[in-house]
């Protein structure tokens, strides 16, 4: 079977090497049999590639990522060798993946039609490299970026830079031979490129280029301002929010909450079926602790009656913290609470109402908080996987990992050890027969990968469980719980901090509530709105309570998400609510104005889209209207960025520098006075566009906009 294998793999490799189509082919996955690497190579993925299937017949089969109309120019080959037809399929196969990339130019139509022109260039540098240098520039990165500097251009490559150490050459003369080669590939959509500094290329759009660009984003009927759907859609998970019963949302929620939001928002739109879900905390002993407590000293709480309705999540919080301080002291009591989890497992009938009426008490509260966000999610608590973790022991089990240590049942994962330098356990049974939020976490994924058909697994956690979510991982992968072309991946965040840089509290020391949080930014949106009004610097809002409750709850959310996820925050409502730097209220007031000067050439009549058949062709003449425009277009490079990488303070970023060159624009160009009927037509187009973009760029963020301010 090796044998065949490995001549099949060498005459398949052969074939794609010589097809006109592929120029390279890169093993990407490292597999044993028998002790030995079939292939060996760099990890490499990317959400959108399609994926090659080679069964037992070992018959090709060409994924979309291979058409000419794709606009995704890689795709990825997954080969499989059966090993038992008795086995499920998921333990059936022993996988190798290979990446192939094709030439550039049969995908680079669709590609600037799919406004990324950022991968575009990547692959014409690529093209030109390999045409400029030969086998010498073979692996050789195109390393293409944004420009740095408005007056750089739109694009820069460093290509050079690194090339010239590997041929023992200066930089600039590199540089001038990639630009040779390079400039007949860009001439029909760039400037002449330009050599900076030591070796620098840089590379800027023509404005006819732009122009249609823009037109093509104007004329889009479909609401999409010209972001295409994917080649291949994908089943995306994405897991957050998760905060436990009868325990009240914290700031900390806060954060995987609007991560998570946002995130499966941005799939959603580019065209990926996305499931939410909400891993909330519903079982384990702090359960029996308090059903024990309520029973002795609350017992109509858990009946169906008025004090059942009248308790609320706070209530339960303080009946938590009681029955938490007799468990620690009294050793009847503690003997109790786990009985009521024995009770509780086994399903025994008056335990499980008691556990049902405190999982509704906690879940009316977290709607609240979700409902006010704009969030939505699907419940998949842990008690969910309870009957599936036995399954996950046999499959660890028949996998070869499943050991016993000290009573307990555990797998030895690679690169941890214990202080003493012993391969680390990690349990997933303990000693007494309870399994761990790790076992939980190995049920989760083998659900989403086989049962849900996920494609792609999001975990947003904070950071302090990289640690853990690593592990769960290795463990899954090993024991083939989850397909090899499954992405699990932790998407992990850093801490909220009060404004002293420690950890947020309030006053008296205590968690900060999301609740009351949030209702405090309403409250001082409010207030600012009622001061600006009496001063007479801005009419009072027609809806206050709307307004304040938009500006506010968006004031908190996006100073969350402008800021690296994975970095410490400080939580400042002064700074959140400022109309001026990179915050909601500037961004909810970019809107507006635009919306204002749109009122000012219609009637006084809101103008947020050009009529279907009607849309002016746009023509760039100053400088600051070809800065606002080279924005524009570069929407769907950005949400793609967003989409690979997971980072929503890319559209933040994005978002502020499109209203700094709104604001240039308008302070330079005249809109409803301009010299000419087809200036004043092409500039409110300018005007209508950046207004949609800013307002899908904010329901992206889960924030709605307001018409006036």
Same mark, same amino acid.
């Given at each position: 079977?090796?044998?065949?294998?490995?001549?099949?793999?060498?005459?398949?490799?052969?074939? *794609?090497?010589?097809?006109?189509?592929?120029?390279?082919?890169?093993?990407?996955?490292?597999?044993?049999?028998?002790?030995?690497?079939?292939?060996?190579?760099?990890?490499?993925?990317?959400?959108?590639?399609?994926?090659?299937?080679?069964?037992?017949?070992?018959?090709?089969?060409?994924?979309?990522?291979?058409?000419?109309?794709?606009?995704?120019?890689?795709?990825?080959?997954? #080969?499989?060798?059966?090993?038992?037809?008795?086995?499920?399929?998921?333990?059936?196969?022993?996988?190798?993946?290979?990446?192939?990339?094709?030439?550039?130019?049969?995908?680079?139509?669709?590609?600037?039609?799919?406004?990324? &022109?950022?991968?575009?260039?990547? &692959?014409?540098?690529?093209?030109?490299?390999?045409?400029?240098?030969?086998?010498?520039?073979?692996?050789?990165?195109?390393?293409?970026?944004?420009?740095?500097?408005?007056?750089?251009?739109?694009?820069?490559?460093?290509?050079?830079?690194?090339?010239?150490?590997?041929?023992?050459?200066?930089?600039?003369?590199?540089?001038?031979?990639?630009?040779?080669?390079?400039?007949?590939?860009?001439?029909?959509?760039?400037?002449?490129?330009?050599?900076?500094?030591?070796? #620098?290329?840089?590379?800027?759009?023509?404005? $006819?280029?732009?122009?249609?660009? @823009?037109?093509?984003?104007?004329?889009?009927?479909?609401?999409?301002?010209?972001?295409?759907?994917? $080649?291949?859609?994908?089943?995306?998970?994405?897991?957050?929010?998760?905060?436990?019963?009868?325990?009240?949302?914290?700031?900390?929620?806060?954060?995987?909450?609007?991560?998570?939001?946002?995130?499966?928002?941005?799939?959603?739109?580019?065209?990926?079926?996305?499931?939410?879900?909400?891993?909330?905390?519903?079982?384990?002993?702090?359960?029996?602790?308090?059903?024990?407590?309520?029973?002795?000293?609350?017992?109509?709480?858990?009946?169906?009656?008025?004090?059942?309705?009248?308790?609320?999540?706070?209530?339960?919080?303080?009946?938590?913290?009681?029955?938490?301080?007799?468990?620690?002291?009294?050793?009847?009591?503690?003997?109790?609470?786990?009985?009521?989890?024995?009770?509780?497992?086994?399903?025994?009938?008056?335990?499980?109402?008691?556990?049902?009426?405190?999982?509704?008490?906690?879940?009316?509260?977290?709607?609240?908080?979700?409902?006010?966000?704009?969030?939505? *999610?699907? =419940?998949?608590?842990?008690?969910?996987?309870?009957?599936?973790?036995?399954?996950?022991?046999?499959?660890?089990?028949?996998?070869?990992?499943?050991?016993?240590?000290?009573?307990?049942?555990?797998?030895? @994962?690679?690169?941890?050890?214990?202080? =003493?330098?012993?391969?680390?356990?990690?349990?997933?049974?303990?000693?007494?027969?309870?399994?761990?939020?790790?076992?939980?976490?190995?049920?989760?994924?083998?659900?989403?990968?086989?049962?849900?058909?996920?494609?792609?697994?999001?975990?947003?956690?904070?950071?302090?469980?990289?640690?853990?979510?690593?592990?769960?991982?290795?463990?899954?992968?090993?024991?083939?719980?989850?397909?090899?072309?499954?992405?699990?991946?932790?998407?992990?965040?850093?801490?909220?901090?009060?404004?002293?840089?420690?950890?947020?509290?309030?006053?008296?020391?205590?968690?900060?509530? *999301?609740?009351?949080?949030?209702?405090?930014?309403?409250?001082?949106?409010?207030?600012?709105?009622?001061?600006?009004?009496? =001063?007479?610097?801005?009419?009072?809002?027609?809806?206050?309570?709307?307004?304040?409750?938009?500006?506010?709850?968006? $004031?908190?959310?996006?100073?969350?998400?402008?800021?690296?996820?994975?970095?410490?925050?400080?939580?400042? &409502?002064?700074?959140?609510?400022?109309?001026?730097?990179?915050?909601?209220?500037?961004?909810? &007031?970019?809107?507006?104005?635009?919306?204002?000067?749109?009122?000012?050439?219609?009637?006084?009549?809101?103008?947020?889209?050009?009529?279907?058949?009607?849309?002016?062709?746009?023509?760039?003449?100053?400088?600051?209207?070809?800065?606002?425009?080279?924005?524009?277009?570069?929407?769907?490079? *950005?949400?793609?960025?967003?989409?690979?990488?997971?980072?929503?303070?890319?559209?933040?970023?994005?978002?502020?520098? @499109?209203?700094?060159?709104?604001?240039?624009?308008?302070?330079?160009?005249?809109?409803?006075?301009?010299?000419?009927?087809?200036?004043?037509?092409?500039?409110?187009?300018?005007?209508? @566009?950046?207004?949609?973009?800013?307002?899908?760029?904010?329901?992206?963020?889960?924030?709605?906009?307001?018409?006036?301010?």
């Amino acid at each position: 079977m090796r044998l065949m294998s490995r001549l099949f793999m060498l005459l398949f490799s052969q074939q *794609l090497l010589s097809s006109s189509r592929l120029v390279a082919l890169t093993a990407t996955r490292s597999i044993r049999r028998g002790g030995r690497h079939l292939f060996k190579g760099q990890q490499h993925s990317h959400p959108q590639l399609g994926f090659l299937h080679i069964g037992a017949g070992f018959r090709p089969i060409l994924p979309p990522s291979m058409s000419s109309s794709s606009f995704y120019p890689s795709c990825k080959g997954i #080969f499989s060798f059966s090993s038992s037809g008795s086995s499920p399929p998921h333990k059936r196969s022993r996988t190798v993946q290979l990446s192939a990339t094709t030439t550039p130019s049969e995908h680079l139509p669709s590609l600037l039609e799919a406004s990324n &022109y950022r991968r575009a260039l990547t &692959y014409q540098v690529r093209d030109s490299l390999r045409e400029a240098f030969g086998p010498d520039a073979d692996g050789a990165d195109p390393m293409v970026t944004p420009a740095t500097r408005p007056e750089f251009g739109d694009y820069q490559c460093n290509a050079a830079l690194a090339l010239a150490k590997r041929l023992k050459a200066k930089p600039r003369d590199v540089a001038e031979k990639l630009k040779d080669a390079l400039e007949s590939r860009t001439q029909k959509w760039c400037e002449p490129l330009e050599i900076a500094g030591p070796g #620098f290329i840089n590379v800027r759009m023509t404005p $006819a280029f732009v122009e249609s660009r @823009l037109n093509a984003m104007l004329s889009d009927q479909t609401g999409r301002l010209g972001v295409p759907r994917p $080649a291949r859609a994908q089943r995306v998970v994405v897991d957050f929010s998760s905060p436990n019963i009868a325990k009240e949302m914290h700031v900390g929620h806060l954060r995987s909450t609007v991560i998570g939001d946002t995130l499966a928002r941005v799939l959603e739109f580019l065209g990926h079926g996305v499931l939410r879900l909400n891993h909330v905390g519903d079982w384990g002993t702090q359960f029996g602790m308090l059903i024990t407590h309520l029973k002795d000293r609350h017992p109509d709480v858990l009946a169906e009656g008025e004090a059942a309705a009248q308790t609320d999540l706070g209530d339960l919080v303080e009946f938590y913290k009681t029955a938490k301080q007799r468990f620690d002291v009294e050793e009847t009591f503690k003997a109790r609470s786990r009985q009521e989890v024995v009770n509780l497992q086994r399903g025994e009938p008056a335990t499980l109402q008691a556990w049902r009426t405190l999982c509704q008490l906690s879940r009316v509260e977290f709607q609240k908080i979700y409902d006010a966000l704009g969030v939505r *999610l699907e =419940e998949r608590g842990e008690s969910f996987y309870n009957p599936l973790l036995a399954q996950v022991l046999s499959d660890l089990d028949a996998s070869g990992l499943l050991k016993e240590s000290e009573g307990a049942r555990v797998v030895y @994962l690679e690169g941890y050890q214990t202080r =003493e330098g012993e391969a680390q356990p990690f349990i997933v049974q303990k000693s007494d027969g309870g399994f761990l939020y790790a076992t939980t976490d190995l049920a989760a994924a083998r659900h989403r990968a086989l049962e849900e058909k996920a494609e792609r697994i999001l975990y947003v956690t904070d950071a302090g469980q990289a640690s853990h979510f690593d592990q769960v991982f290795q463990v899954a992968r090993q024991a083939s719980l989850v397909p090899p072309e499954v992405q699990l991946k932790h998407v992990p965040f850093g801490l909220v901090q009060g404004e002293d840089g420690k950890k947020f509290k309030t006053r008296a020391g205590e968690t900060v509530r *999301l609740k009351d949080l949030l209702d405090e930014a309403v409250r001082i949106a409010r207030d600012d709105l009622l001061k600006r009004a009496e =001063e007479g610097t801005q009419p009072l809002p027609e809806d206050l309570e709307r307004s304040a409750r938009i500006i506010g709850l968006g $004031a908190v959310k996006y100073a969350d998400l402008s800021l690296n996820r994975e970095s410490d925050y400080k939580f400042s &409502y002064k700074k959140m609510l400022s109309l001026s730097g990179n915050t909601a209220p500037y961004m909810l &007031y970019a809107y507006a104005r635009i919306q204002s000067i749109l009122r000012k050439g219609n009637n006084g009549e809101n103008e947020d889209r050009l009529s279907q058949g009607s849309t002016p062709p746009v023509v760039l003449a100053e400088p600051a209207e070809m800065n606002l425009a080279r924005q524009l277009i570069k929407l769907t490079e *950005l949400l793609q960025r967003v989409e690979a990488e997971l980072y929503p303070h890319i559209l933040c970023e994005y978002m502020y520098d @499109l209203c700094q060159k709104f604001n240039q624009f308008y302070e330079a160009c005249q809109v409803n006075n301009a010299p000419t009927p087809d200036l004043v037509r092409s500039r409110r187009a300018l005007c209508v @566009l950046t207004a949609q973009v800013l307002r899908l760029c904010l329901d992206l963020l889960g924030i709605e906009v307001l018409e006036r301010m």
